[in-house]
């Protein structure tokens, strides 16, 4: 018989034993720390049976008090099992409610995307920190003199706003001129010049960048030569020409304090031609399929070829040489040439086809005055950048110039401004690497 089953026996048998002597008494004193300690918890000892199955000591169990005993014993040791197993239960229970409620932390992970900041590029020179509003319109290219008289040249040197790009080749007389290129028209200076006339050959390159044309009288067509005028019309190209323009904007004007001819007093005021492009109604926005995407390098990058810290180019046998030296403190080129420190991140040689056309009685003379025409055949060149300089060749594609290195990759121009250098490739156009400044003559 197991423990609990001999309990739950003694338990009825207290209870029959109960009902039978009515008024017999239990007397359990209540003294816990003597009784705990005068308590046997020993196992009690199995009745012995006889061989009837009767225990030998049925007769006086419920006599004996040592059989009273033993049962107060057992019956006191359930009631503390039960006071203990209450009391765990009680615990259990108190220590659930008071336990702090767990709380469950969600983690959520956010995945910041960082966005590369978009740079707004001038087209012509790479340079960041350009106009927003500039962004896809057209640029304007403004016809400058380089006559010695007209020298130099306002603008050319602006500390903000000097020309994106230079463009210089010969027209007549030995003389070159030069070509100015902004791709932003509404930061021009307030002041440029000397404007002059416009040339077949320079409206043809100045659409190669959609340019807007910007000149002060043209050459006109008579026997084999065909002048600007006829150039604008069969080209359909917008410009805007002193001679026949109605100026209430006061967009050009003369400036007379250098005491020179007067067709050197020209200048273009440059505060005024965004509103005089406005009022023309010229289309602002850039034609991509005709305007040249020079590319550029993200930062300074020397190309593979020799060593120039000193450059000489001759546009052909009629002119004289224009020098450019290098400056290892700016990284640039620099030409005084123009009687002012002009300088150039890049220059750029483009040798091509010329020929020289003679118009008679020019301007009523009676003599014959010849016009240097150049064809955009492409051809050969040179780049020159951070004190070294490349081979290069070059064409005109679909209305846009492309420039190939000596592989045929595209070539790259370091971010800066840039000089044209536009020679005759028949006609003894020439650059020589390393010339010293002193070997060429003081006026070009």
């Known amino acids: 018989m197991s423990d609990h089953n001999e309990i739950d026996d003694i338990l009825n048998e207290i209870k029959s034993k109960k009902e039978s002597e009515n008024k017999k008494d239990f007397e359990i004193k209540d003294k816990t720390d003597n009784s705990f300690s005068s308590f046997d918890f020993s196992e009690a000892e199995e009745p012995k049976l006889t061989s009837s199955g009767k225990s030998l000591n049925d007769d006086d169990t419920d006599d004996k008090p040592e059989n009273n005993k033993k049962k107060i014993i057992i019956i006191a040791v359930v009631a503390i099992l039960v006071i203990a197993i209450v009391a765990g239960i009680v615990f259990a229970v108190t220590k659930s409610k008071n336990k702090e409620p767990e709380t469950t932390t969600t983690t959520t992970t956010t995945q910041t995307t960082t966005e590369v900041p978009v740079l707004i590029l001038n087209p012509l020179t790479g340079e960041s920190e350009y106009n927003e509003n500039a962004v896809g319109k057209r640029p304007v290219a403004v016809v400058v003199e380089n006559a010695y008289a007209a020298r130099p040249q306002w603008g050319i040197d602006d500390s903000k706003n000097s020309p994106d790009i230079i463009l210089e080749g010969e027209v007549e007389g030995g003389e070159t001129r030069m070509l100015w290129f902004y ?87 440059g505060n005024k031609l965004e509103q005089a492009i406005e009022n023309a109604k010229f289309r602002t926005d850039v034609n991509e399929s005709s305007f040249t995407n020079l590319a550029f390098n993200e930062k300074d990058k020397t190309v593979s070829g020799d060593k120039c810290t000193a450059f000489a180019f001759t546009f052909s046998s009629n002119t004289k040489t224009r020098d450019w030296t290098y400056s290892e403190d700016d990284k640039m080129y620099h030409c005084t040439d123009y009687l002012t420190d002009v300088a150039r991140k890049n220059l750029l040689v483009l040798y091509d086809t010329t020929e020289y056309v003679a118009k008679s009685n020019y301007k009523g003379s009676g003599k014959s005055e010849i016009y240097c025409n150049y064809k955009l055949a492409g051809g050969s060149g040179k780049l020159v950048s951070l004190g070294v300089i490349t081979d290069i060749t070059w064409s005109v594609q679909n209305g846009v110039l492309k420039v190939k290195d000596s592989n045929g990759n595209d070539v790259s121009l370091n971010p800066g401004k840039t000089w044209i250098g536009y020679g005759s490739s028949n006609k003894g156009g020439k650059d020589k690497n390393n010339t010293p400044v002193e070997s060429t003559s003081a006026q070009n």
């Open 183 to 269: 791709a932003d028209y509404t930061c021009v200076p307030d002041q440029i010049g000397p404007i002059r006339s416009a040339r077949p050959p320079f409206i043809k390159f100045s659409e190669l960048f959609d340019s807007i044309f910007i000149h002060w009288g043209q050459s006109s067509s008579r026997d084999n030569y065909v002048g600007a005028d006829t150039v604008f019309k069969t080209d359909n190209v917008d410009h805007i020409n002193q001679m026949t323009y109605s100026d209430k904007l006061g967009l050009f004007g003369r400036d007379k304090s250098r005491g020179v001819s007067s067709e050197h007093t020209g200048v273009l005021h």
